[in-house]
Every structure is written in C-alpha cells, then in structure tokens.
C-alpha cells in the first residue's frame, strides 16, 4: 500500500491540531497505521491528551495511532546519521562546497529537513518511517507556504548534486495528489476565512494543490428561526442571547456561500460542548469524508 501524507493548516487557532487529531483517528479506526506528526518543538497534544512522553521517535498513543514532534534540526540530525556512519566522512560532508552553497539558502533549511522527512516513505529515501498514513498538524498560513516552497528554492539555488536531486523530488512528491492531500481549516468567520482563501489560491497557482477545505466550529441548533424570534420578542438576557445566536446563524450561512465560491471541496464541522479530548476528536472524526 502506498503511504498517504497529509497536512492540516489554516490561521492560528481555528482547529488544525484538533482537526488533524481527528483526520489521524479515523484513519487509524479504518486500520490504517497512522502517525501523527506535529511541528515544532512544543506538543500540544501531550497536554491535550495527557500522553507521558511525546519526541521525536513514534509514541503508540491508540491501537493503530502512533505521535511525533519533529523539529528541522532533529530531522536533519537524524538523516546525517543514517548516511553518514563514519563520524570523519560526517566532517567532510559538512565541510564541502555543495555544503557551504547549502549554508547560503539556510533559512530553507529546516523547513527542507522536516518535507524530506514527511516524505522519505514514498521517497524510499532515508530512514523508515513504517506508517500507511502520516497526518502532519502543520503550521499556519504563511509559515507552511514557506514550507512548501522550501524544496523548490533549494532545488533553484543546489541544482546539482544528490541535494539538488532530493530537493526536486520532495517538491514532485508534494505535488503529487495521489501521495499528499491538503487540508485548510477555517471559522466561519470573514477573516480566516479570507486567510483561508488566500491559501487556496497561492496553492491552486503555486503547486497545483486542490485542498478540502473545512468550516470549523460551525453553530448548530435545531431551534426555528421562528423560535428564536419569539424568545427575542420576550425581552431579558435570554432574548439577547438568542438574537446573538440568530445573527451569528445567518454570518454563518453567508461565510459558507462565499466557501462555495472557492471551487473546493468544503467539509463542516460543528461546535461541539465537549471537554472530554478524545470524545470531541472522535465527534470531530464523525464528520470528515
Ligand atoms: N469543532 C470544535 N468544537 C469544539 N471545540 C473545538 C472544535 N475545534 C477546535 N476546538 C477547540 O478550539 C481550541 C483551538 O483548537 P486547536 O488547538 O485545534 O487550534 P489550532 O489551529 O491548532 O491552534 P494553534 O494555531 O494555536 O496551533 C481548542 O481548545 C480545541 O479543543
Ligand atoms: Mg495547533
């Protein structure tokens, strides 16, 4: 079976972790062997759902269902070690001209170390990675188009040699839909939503990359407009509370026919009330194709 990658993005605190947690558990119910990346070198979900120890090397956090924090540097530390066994011929390999020319484009660097990564198991390339799927909360908007471009960049500026070599087949893998899918999280909201537009045009243009788009947190009430009219005739608190809630319903309506217009598939997630972690991710799950 060929592994499937994929990446949850959007504006800062609209869902991804929880969206990709989600995405992450349904594949794993569907007894596919999945793993959880996470960016960065702070976990989230080691708070959220109270796992002992999150780091680099896969942790079994539910049948089927492994988690990862990965930094650019420990990706990178980890593929020298894999190809470069002798600590001297390590020396050299930093030491070299391709190397230095590699330094010049560093800011790439990381965000390269951590694609390569992602994508070794389609790749053949580098250490294993033994996971039919691999769902990477990503980061938000501009910070993970910078990602993506990464190999392109590296490829233009080392055009020669294994890195120029590696670089251009990330960017291939990346835009292979068969291996990566892309998935943008918004609110309902005029502003993600605008954020998440934006992303889906520079991936439309960029990479050629459809993404699923997701409308988060979506108010739900199975009240009656006409209800809630009548409670506003009524006056007080609660009438506040529902004119509120009705506005917000008909916000909710119009940011969903400007999420049609966008040419996407278009996947909605209600507010859940829920504290429990696993019973919200799993709510969440219910509703992703
Ligand atoms: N559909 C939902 N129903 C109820 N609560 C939700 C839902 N989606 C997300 N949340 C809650 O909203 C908060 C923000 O979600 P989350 O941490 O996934 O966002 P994020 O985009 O990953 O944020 P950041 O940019 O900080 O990484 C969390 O407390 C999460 O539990
Ligand atoms: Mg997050």
Known sequence: MKQEIHFVTGKGGVGKSILAAALALKLSQEGKKTLLVELGDQSF????????????????????????????EACLQEYARHFIKVESLAKLFFENAVMRAFINVA???????????????????????????????????GHFIALLEAPKGMAEAVQFGPMGEQSRSIDAHLRNPEICK????????????????????????????AP????NKMMETSVSEGELQ?????????????EYLESHIQRQKQMWSAAE????????VPLYFENQPWVLVEKVAGNLR
Not at 115 to 127: A, C, I
């Open 230 to 242: 009548a409670v506003q005739n009524e006056g007080g608190d609660l009438a506040k509370f529902a």
């Open 107 to 141: 800011p790439a660097l990381p965000e390269l170390a951590i694609l390569g990564k992602v994508t070794s198991g389609p790749r053949k390339h580098g250490p294993p990675l033994p996971f039919d799927c691999v769902v990477v909360d990503a980061f938000a908007t």
């Open 212 to 215: 699923e788009l997701i409308l």
């Open 45 to 72: 979900f080691k708070d959220f759902f109270s796992v002992p120890q999150v780091g680099f090397q896969p942790t079994s956090i539910r049948p089927n269902l492994s988690l990862a924090l990965w930094t650019g």
């Open 182 to 209: 892309y998935h943008v999280v918004t609110l309902p909201e005029e502003l993600p939503l605008k954020e998440a537009d934006e992303l889906i045009s520079r991936l439309k243009a960029e990479f050629s990359i």
């Open 261 to 268: 217009k966008m040419g996407v598939h278009l996947t909605r």
